[in-house]
């Protein structure tokens, strides 16, 4: 009780010193200053999200892809009105995955067909609001389909991007989608690399198929190599649809030595249901150096979310904008994942 008096005295004498107007004037600004993540950790976790999109068109032809499927003379009847629905739901699934009051600070896409689509979700749906910028690749994939990544220009000063180019002809397989390279500052003053990636596709069966999926981690690990080779202690985050799970031969490949660790693996849930069985698709990759507690940037695998938002289901299965060629209006046929980085501002 004599502590709380000597506290009620000190108040007693600053208002009578200052006045109270001047009083609560300054206590204001003492909370105000007090709520700014100056200082240790930052309080609001760095959150990041990827998510397969499954196939976001515009309504218009490009001669240069085989985009006919959506079209609004096509089968599927891909009208403006549908498309402008599913930029609606994927902005309302974006702003529904971030922390608290915040959207995700980055956000990986695949299946997206143009940049003109991500103009249209981050300027004119619900997204605009959060200030999104964008990079996406130019892929030669016969689809048209890409991957990209929005991000936050006051939380992500971006420094470079480039798409890294799959070869195919060896394998005798069409081109695949590039993989995005984007580098940049985060608020601790650290360069993060980023790299999202969607790989080539089971079409044909997972054994027939995986060589060009080993090409392409085989590329991926090359590049992240680069990375380590420029930089100290690189702060590396690859996510992506990989279409392989944790425990196939791509997979291993990238993590062969060590340098980088599978966020998912272990999991037993999923993010893609394939005959009635979940399955983990979508993964996020990290460079050790990501995992180490006392790293300016860090995180750890209990850091990972599989969003199951409800709206994103029906009857127990994702729901899709299209089942089979019947229009349902829904959003994708995978689940988004997210992860929060933990960053430091001492300096």
Known sequence: M??????????????AWFGIQRFFALLRMTLLLLSFPCLGYSQQPYRVMFWNVENLFDTRDDPRKNDNEFLPDAKRRWIPYRYRDKLEKLAKTIVASGNEMEVPTLVG???????SCLYDLTRRTSLREAGYRFAITDSPDQRGIDVALLYQP????????HGIRIPHKQLKKGPTRDILHVVGEVPSGDTLDVFVCHMPSRSGGQAKSEPYRLLTASILK???????????NPYVLCM???????????LKRLCSDGRLQNLMKGRKDGT????????????????GTLLKRKSRIHTSAKQVQILRHSFLFQKGKPFRTYNGLKYQGGYSDHLPISVDLFLSTNH
């Not at 090359?222 to 100290?232: E, G, M, Q, Y």
């Not at 992506?240 to 944790?246: A, E, M, R, V």
């Not at 893609?272 to 460079?287: E, H, M, N, P, T």
Request: charged share 25%.
């Open 2 to 15: 004599n502590r709380y008096r000597v506290i009620l005295n000190e108040v007693k004498n600053l208002i």
């Open 109 to 115: 896409l695949c299946e997206v067909e143009n940049d």
């Open 154 to 161: 006051g939380s992500f000063m971006l420094i470079t991007y």
């Open 222 to 232: 090359h590049a992240t190599d680069s990375v380590f080779r420029i930089r100290k």
């Open 240 to 250: 992506g649809d990989f279409n392989d799970y944790p425990n196939n031969a791509s």
């Open 272 to 287: 893609y249901l394939y005959r009635a069985k979940w399955g983990i698709l979508d993964q996020f990759i990290v460079s």
